[in-house]
């Protein structure tokens, strides 16, 4: 560049111009995530936190469909086919406005959807997705059980086999959309190995009471699957696949999703920091204006955008198939880390306004409280990419 070459202005809410790597049809899809949010999610998920509900769930997952958003990055039966960075996209702006939001699309489409669309039969393909893809039937996700959460292989839920038919027995903890769902897939033990199995709302035997009295993911509908002799026809079972890969691929597929989504939430805390400092007036003057406040904003800054180039490196390996899981667990670590601390110093800038549902930043960071530990905990991904760096397996 000639040194007469005049170099484009600053943008403070893109100080690494980092919209200078996406395409055109990314920022579409971006914006248009954006423009939901704020219309349909923002002018109502304080009063929806505050109340610990989302009574407008199904409203929203066809609202949600309608601009494409679930199972986004899937091929075919009325999906988007959208690339893994447009996913990414949206999950951040999804996040900016509540990691409940997020979460129900995430286990829409990255677990859900993505257990049908991949290791599902035709049939089960044809039956399923199209319905969801619409927002017209939610799925959940049943993996997690009451004393089995980073040890999914030790998990008690079992299927047995009874002539032609399966007979499920078990018990399923902290299932985000469960109360609402269609379809549950549901992993449980068979004397072949762990395999998934689909279980339709109102089977005989099967319940999803909801879970109450949350402190986070407030405007998130969660629940237990209680499975008591749940008879099953012997195409419920996906056919694809056996063993904990096929879980563990789907919690992969999610888990990038919460890269993204993490510095959703943190961009809303910065930016309502930001918002803060420079009208908050104390000695005389906006507390923007101090360098103790200026150093916490520029620390934030820097954070929130290394996150979001991380997780836009992540999303162009996975569009070329080059993502590998460790790779997953050193975004999730990194960004839901950074993002939670992030969300505590703005709270910090705005003192006691901070903990105020008029803000969004204590809402975010009780919110990333559970994204921290969901879909493997902090201790699981440093032991992954531990081992992954010396070779050392030190889970058993």
């Known amino acids: 560049m000639s040194a007469s070459a005049k170099l484009p202005p600053f943008d403070p809410a893109d100080p690494l111009g980092l919209d200078d790597l996406l395409e055109p049809e990314d920022l579409a899809i971006r914006d248009t995530v954006r423009a939901w949010a704020e219309d349909r999610v923002l002018p109502y998920v304080a009063d929806w936190y ?7 769930i199904r409203e929203l997952a066809r609202e949600l469909g309608g601009i494409g958003a679930l199972g986004m990055s899937l091929d075919g039966y009325g999906c988007a086919g959208a690339s893994a960075v447009q996913y990414g996209l949206a999950c951040l702006e999804l996040e900016a406005a509540d990691s409940g939001i997020r979460s129900l699309v995430s286990v829409q489409g990255s677990l859900a959807m993505y257990a049908i669309h991949r290791f599902g039969s035709e049939e089960q393909k044809q ?3 199209p319905g969801m893809a619409a927002g017209e039937i939610i799925g959940c996700f049943g993996l997690t059980e009451p004393d089995h959460g980073s040890d999914p292989a030790s998990m008690r839920t079992y299927a047995k086999k009874d002539g032609t038919d399966w ?12 109360s609402v769902a269609g379809v549950a897939v549901v992993w449980a033990r068979t004397d072949d190995g762990i395999r998934g199995f689909l279980v339709p709302a109102g089977s005989a035997g099967f319940s999803a009471p909801e879970i109450k009295h949350k402190w986070s993911l407030r405007a998130s509908v969660t629940s237990e699957l209680v499975l008591d002799d749940v008879r099953l026809p012997a195409d419920a079972v996906l056919p694809e696949v056996t063993g904990l890969k096929g879980p563990l691929s789907c919690l992969s597929h999610a888990r990038y999703g919460i890269v993204w989504g993490a510095m959703g939430a943190a961009r809303s805390s910065f930016e309502a920091a930001v918002g803060y400092a420079t009208s908050r007036e104390q000695f005389g003057r906006p507390i923007g204006g101090f360098q103790l406040t200026q150093a916490k904003l520029a620390d934030m800054a820097v954070e929130l955008h290394k996150g979001l180039l991380l997780a836009h490196h992540l999303g162009r390996r996975m569009d070329a198939g080059r993502l590998r899981p460790e790779q997953v667990s050193f975004g999730k670590l990194n960004n839901v880390r950074e993002a939670i601390d992030i969300c505590r110093t703005a709270r910090t800038i705005l003192g006691a306004n901070g903990i105020s549902l008029a803000y969004p930043v204590m809402r975010h960071a009780t919110n990333l409280e559970s994204v921290l530990t969901y879909e493997g905990t902090v201790e699981m991904h440093q032991l992954v990419l531990g081992k992954a760096l010396t070779g050392l397996d030190a889970f058993r």
């Open 50 to 56: 505050e109340k610990g509900e989302l009574p407008v």
């Open 127 to 129: 039956r399923w997705l």
């Open 167 to 178: 007979v499920l027995n078990g018990r399923k903890m902290w299932i985000t959309n469960g």
